[in-house]
Structure formats: structure tokens, C-alpha cells
């Protein structure tokens, strides 16, 4: 490949579930890119966890570590001096990862070219940020509505204990649901007076 094209690759932001529904397209068994929507892929940019690493022992060196963002997992396989470059990426750390998407075995992974610590209230941000570039063509059914608000309540219902919940830890909870939509019918509970902000960005139900 050469520095041309490789410019030419943006780094997508994406969330692991976005790109475990792309389709592989293959060159016979060469991975071309990913197809997800109008978007042909061949670097991303993702943040997750990394909640398992496995380091081969023999004359070819490699590692496997297992990244975790809350919508779907995917491996990072690393080789030859790669594998002492990132050899202090552990389990446990928030990362962020640039690299170039590969398959092998019917598997999609990445080869990152970059991975960097970060502090977890990343994986937050990057939730809110792929949610906001998705625009909602259809309407939400007042069904969904009605759903999201039950599960809404109960998050914050089930927090008495504790004094109440986050909102952003609400968020994170509710991974099938937009932030945006989270964020407006905990703002008309408020309206409403069947929840309250003890401090801001936290809320207690009041009923």
C-alpha cells in the first residue's frame, strides 16, 4: 500500500456492535474493506476495554487481546515487533485503538497501528459522539417511547439504595438506546416532578 492510499484511508469512529454488522468484502480471500452502509472501511477508530490478552510462547510471536465497548467484542491481533511495542497494554485498561481492519477464519479483527490509555469516560463520549452522527429517518413509535420510559424509571427506581443514579451510568446501562432520547425523557420527568437532580447529572425518583 502506498502512503497515498493509506492517506486516502480515514481512521472511521465507530463502535465495535457498528462494525460486527458490517459485511467483509473479500478480493478472494484477501480482505478489501468493510461495508457498513455507504461507507467502504479499511481503518477505524475505536475505544473499549481490554478484558483479555493472550501472548503466544513460541518462535513466532503474537498477541491476542480481547476489546470490549459495551456493544460487541473484537479481537486486536498483534505480531512480530509489534508485540513488545504494546506489550504493556493489559486487561482492565480503557484504550484507544487506530488501526486497520483484517479477517481471517471468518473472523473480523483489527491490526492496530496505535493504542493509547484513556481514561474510562471515553467510552461515554464516544457512545454520545457515533449517536449523534446516525440520523434517525423514522419516527420513534409511541410503543418504543413507552418501553424506554419504563426502563427509564426503573433504572432510577432500582438506585434508592444508593442515593440515586447517574445519568450518564443510565446511558451506558441502556446500550440499545439513543443518549438523545434518554436525555429528553429524563428531562420531562423532571418537568414532571416524578424525578429530581440532588446534584446535577444525578437523579433520584420522587414519584
Known amino acids: 500500500m502506498t502512503d497515498e492510499q493509506f492517506k486516502r484511508n480515514i481512521a472511521y469512529k465507530l463502535r465495535i456492535g457498528d462494525i460486527l454488522m458490517g459485511k467483509p468484502i473479500l478480493d478472494g480471500e484477501r480482505f478489501s474493506f468493510l461495508e457498513l452502509g455507504d461507507k467502504k472501511i479499511v481503518r477505524v477508530n475505536v475505544i473499549g476495554n481490554i478484558v483479555e490478552r493472550f501472548d503466544s510462547e513460541g518462535e513466532k510471536r503474537f498477541s491476542v487481546l480481547t476489546l470490549d465497548d459495551g456493544s460487541g467484542q473484537i479481537k486486536l491481533r498483534i505480531f512480530a515487533d509489534d508485540v513488545e511495542k504494546f506489550k504493556n497494554i493489559n486487561q482492565g485498561q480503557t484504550v484507544l485503538i487506530i488501526g486497520l481492519l483484517r479477517h481471517f477464519n471468518n473472523e473480523i479483527y483489527i491490526n ?26 423514522e419516527p420513534v413509535a409511541r410503543e418504543q ?35 438523545v432520547i434518554i436525555n429528553q425523557e429524563i428531562q420531562k420527568f423532571l418537568e414532571e416532578g416524578i424525578v429530581f437532580e440532588p446534584r446535577p447529572g444525578k437523579v433520584r425518583y420522587l414519584g
Open 145 to 179: 417511547i413507552i418501553a424506554v420510559k419504563d426502563k427509564i424509571l426503573g433504572a432510577i427506581k432500582s438506585a434508592e439504595d444508593e442515593g440515586g443514579i447517574e445519568i450518564d451510568k443510565i446511558i451506558m446501562g441502556l446500550k440499545n438506546i439513543s443518549p
Open 112 to 137: 492496530p497501528e496505535i493504542i493509547k490509555e484513556k481514561d474510562s469516560k471515553y467510552l461515554l463520549i464516544r457512545k454520545l459522539e457515533t449517536e449523534k452522527n446516525k440520523i434517525q429517518k
